[in-house]
């Protein structure tokens, strides 16, 4: 948490309140006047002090996702990349806004505002470079690109003895999947996260290549999932819409809305795992909605 929906929609409304509009001086895109670094190990490249110094004057031209990563086009050009990783965020905020306790770097802006990046537990990571594939080239495809059609998706999971899980959470083979969309992903495809991919058949795999799209699209259309425990807010501050739409994930107990089963909860590759034990069936065996119901 962040994910990709999550990611996209800061994005969007970044590059609406940044780049989107002309600024009052000259130009389009905002002016970064000054950078204030709270916490040094936040910039990962090149350092604190050569961020601090070379971002001045340049103009946040676009702003963009590639996977769980943000990207900001900058004048020169240059790009600034930033992972929010588990707890970081980016707002606009306006000049007289209260100071953010958790406020690791801020660029001030000449028109008086600040975009600050904030970070309770401190693993995100900004990146400044002229060249960003230099760290977004090894990510794999976006789930949502047009080009990563079902053919690509299944040649994706094409010989992977793995479990369904850690692939899909693989930035490598996929860029953007967290915990929250890959179990509501699985559960819409009827598939266990322990699942091998290798003994998925060809129906099975076009499930999970629409599950994987359709989770995420609808996660984007209500501007992302804010849990009670967590922190994600749009640029300006609102909450997310999605949480009421979730399946299974933080549900343990809860029966599961397809088919009346208590949801369980497990731990996959290191990740707590929410899933329906009726209608995601180890075994592979073969699920059809009836009714509304998943029956086996």
Same mark, same amino acid.
């Given at each position: 948490?962040?994910?990709?929906? #999550?990611v996209?929609t800061?994005?969007s409304?970044?590059?609406?309140? %940044?780049a989107?509009?002309?600024?009052?001086?000259?130009?389009?895109?905002?002016?970064? @006047?000054?950078v204030?670094?709270?916490?040094?190990?936040?910039v990962?490249m090149?350092?604190? #002090?050569?961020?601090a #110094?070379?971002l001045?004057?340049?103009r946040?031209?676009d702003? @963009?996702?590639?996977?769980?990563? =943000?990207q900001l086009s =900058?004048?020169g050009?240059t *790009? %600034?990349?930033?992972?929010?990783?588990?707890s970081?965020?980016l707002?606009v905020?306006?000049q007289?806004a209260p100071?953010?306790? *958790?406020?690791?770097v801020a660029?001030?802006?000449a028109?008086?505002?600040?975009?600050?990046?904030s970070? $309770?537990?401190?693993f995100?990571?900004?990146?400044?470079?002229?060249?960003?594939?230099?760290v977004?080239g090894?990510?794999?495809p976006?789930?949502l690109?047009?080009?990563l059609? =079902?053919?690509?998706?299944?040649?994706l999971l094409?010989?992977?003895?793995?479990?369904?899980?850690p692939?899909?959470?693989?930035q490598a083979?996929l860029?953007? %999947?967290?915990?929250? *969309?890959?179990d509501e992903?699985?559960?819409?495809a009827?598939?266990h996260?322990?699942?091998?991919?290798?003994?998925?058949?060809?129906?099975?795999?076009?499930?999970?290549? @629409?599950?994987?799209?359709?989770?995420?699209?609808?996660?984007?259309?209500?501007?992302?999932?804010?849990l009670?425990?967590?922190?994600?807010?749009?640029?300006e501050g609102?909450?997310?819409?999605?949480?009421?739409?979730l399946?299974?994930?933080?549900? +343990?107990?809860e029966?599961?809305l397809?088919?009346g089963?208590?949801? #369980?909860?497990?731990?996959v590759g290191g990740?707590?795992?929410? *899933?329906c $034990?009726?209608?995601?069936? %180890?075994?592979?065996?073969q699920?059809?909605?009836?009714?509304? +119901?998943?029956?086996?």
């Amino acid at each position: 948490m962040p994910e990709l929906p #999550e990611v996209e929609t800061l994005a969007s409304d970044l590059n609406r309140l %940044l780049a989107g509009t002309p600024s009052r001086f000259s130009g389009t895109g905002a002016l970064v @006047s000054s950078v204030e670094v709270g916490w040094a190990r936040s910039v990962a490249m090149p350092s604190a #002090e050569a961020l601090a #110094e070379g971002l001045c004057g340049r103009r946040i031209l676009d702003v @963009s996702r590639r996977g769980k990563f =943000l990207q900001l086009s =900058l004048s020169g050009p240059t *790009y %600034l990349l930033v992972h929010l990783r588990m707890s970081g965020h980016l707002a606009v905020l306006p000049q007289c806004a209260p100071p953010d306790p *958790y406020e690791r770097v801020a660029l001030c802006l000449a028109d008086g505002r600040r975009l600050v990046f904030s970070d $309770p537990r401190k693993f995100g990571r900004l990146y400044w470079l002229d060249n960003p594939d230099l760290v977004l080239g090894k990510l794999g495809p976006d789930p949502l690109a047009d080009d990563l059609t =079902l053919e690509a998706f299944a040649g994706l999971l094409h010989g992977r003895r793995g479990a369904l899980k850690p692939l899909l959470l693989n930035q490598a083979i996929l860029a953007g %999947l967290g915990n929250i *969309y890959t179990d509501e992903a699985l559960h819409r495809a009827h598939l266990h996260p322990l699942r091998k991919a290798t003994t998925l058949t060809g129906p099975e795999i076009a499930r999970l290549y @629409s599950a994987v799209r359709d989770v995420l699209r609808q996660a984007i259309a209500n501007r992302g999932t804010t849990l009670q425990d967590e922190r994600f807010r749009d640029a300006e501050g609102r909450p997310g819409r999605n949480r009421d739409n979730l399946q299974v994930y933080r549900r +343990k107990g809860e029966p599961c809305l397809c088919c009346g089963t208590p949801v #369980e909860r497990t731990v996959v590759g290191g990740r707590g795992t929410h *899933y329906c $034990p009726s209608c995601q069936k %180890l075994d592979g065996a073969q699920c059809t909605v009836v009714g509304g +119901k998943v029956n086996a």
